[in-house]
């Protein structure tokens, strides 16, 4: 991801002061201007975010959440430079470090658990995608007849049931509604429906069946504590800042893609409300913990835009074909092409979006390895360091 000027301008400072001679007092006022610094970038970053709701980037859709990921992409690469650029080693072995980084390490291992669990449910929504798709083709053609009508209805009918299931039940469900189709029809339909089954098996045998997304963000949230006292003007207030900025991430996508085990999802986590970043998250936390509550499928399907208003065109396009009767009547066949449109628009969206969204969320995952591994080698440095100095 290429950095943002303002970005580069700050990494390129950090660098540059870092390799200074200064003294000691004069290292910790840089320590402190790199720190305020960072809040602002972050602060900037996440107002930006909670003010990008317009037409092509609607709130909780895969644009907006493409930001999220840049945003957090960007503040991960400034948190490294305040945090390790030129540190000490021996810094990650006394406080506030010492406590600090070891429960950032933890809550990047349950973010990676995480990222590989949205991976899978992209592929589970670009699989959506390609049934609505189906659909489609068949509601644009004309003369539109019973053949169409029934092959529209049958795929919509499938996409509406694996939305509405709970994941823990779609293999079952799966199997059910599909075991007519491995009986040798040979439509596309039917192969379809089959490679359905495979795709949720896929998802479920990826992770550990007493896996809970909600639980890991209740984890990576647990001992998410403002700094106190001295530490307030230290390097806890970075850790604290880019952990309170990757666990709402990561609660984010929980709550808009499907994922295994949601139930019990936290509405919000708390945050300092006197940081100069705080607000701007906070903002956003309500408004998602708002959009939660409201959806009677908490833990379905989820909030992610596209799907819900996928999920509503196609209810609407079944009802339509159970009423369907030859010939159409002109408003009525003319209220259906739109809805077709529609569901069209929002397949070409996905299909546009979902991949550049995967990519994203596997450099998260890449970039939460490599950050911990820097961490864990400074670690094992100050121990040798520090054993050879006793």
């Known amino acids: 991801m290429p950095p943002t000027d303002h970005q580069s301008s700050f990494l390129n400072r950090i660098s540059i002061r870092r390799n200074q001679v200064t003294s000691m007092e004069g290292n910790h006022d840089q320590e402190l201007e790199e720190i305020e610094l960072f809040q602002k970038h972050v602060a900037d970053r996440l107002a930006e975010l909670a003010s990008s709701t317009d037409d092509s980037n609607a709130f909780l859709s895969i644009a907006w959440f493409r930001t999220l990921i840049d945003a957090l992409l960007c503040c991960e690469s400034e948190f490294k430079a305040v945090l390790i650029l030129d ?3 021996t810094h990650f072995v006394k406080p506030p470090l010492d406590r600090v980084g070891p429960e950032l390490q933890d809550r990047c291992v349950k973010a990676l ?3 590989n669990a949205i991976t899978y449910a992209i592929d589970l929504v670009h699989y959506w995608q390609q049934l609505a798709e189906i659909a489609v083709t068949s509601l644009e053609q004309r ?3 019973d053949g169409q009508i029934a092959r529209a209805k049958k795929v919509l009918s499938a996409l509406l049931m694996f939305i509405a299931d709970d994941n823990k039940e779609q293999t079952k469900s799966t199997e059910r509604s599909w075991s007519f189709g491995r009986r040798g029809s040979g439509s596309t339909v039917s192969k ?3 490679r359905g089954g495979k795709s949720f098996r896929y998802m479920n045998l990826a992770f550990n069946k007493s896996w809970s997304a909600a639980k890991e963000i209740q984890a990576m949230s647990a001992n998410l504590v403002e ?3 001295k530490e307030v003007n230290g390097l806890a207030m970075p850790v604290y800042v880019m952990s309170s900025v990757l666990v709402f991430s990561m609660w984010a996508l929980v709550a808009a893609f499907p994922c295994q085990e949601r139930n019990g999802l936290l509405t919000h986590f708390p945050v300092a409300k006197n940081l100069i970043w ?3 998250l906070i903002s956003l936390q309500e408004k998602i913990g708002e959009e939660w509550k409201k959806k009677e499928k908490k833990a379905k399907v989820g909030l992610l835009e596209e799907v819900q208003r996928m999920e509503k065109v196609a209810t609407s396009l079944v009802e339509f074909a159970d009423a369907f009767k030859f010939p159409v009547e002109e408003e009525k066949l003319k209220e259906v092409e739109e809805q077709v449109k529609e ?3 929002i397949c070409k969206k996905l299909e546009e979006d979902l991949a550049p969204l995967q990519q994203q969320i596997r450099e998260v995952f890449h970039r939460l390895v490599r950050s911990r591994g820097e961490i864990m080698d ?6 040798y360091i520090m054993g050879s100095s006793a």
């Open 87 to 89: 540190r000490d080693p």
């Open 113 to 115: 658990d995480i990222c």
């Open 378 to 383: 400074l670690v094992e440095q100050a121990g």
């Open 143 to 145: 003369p539109i007849g």
């Open 192 to 194: 379809d429906k089959d």
């Open 343 to 345: 569901l069209s628009e």
């Open 227 to 229: 700094p106190r006292g």
């Open 278 to 280: 705080a607000q701007s």
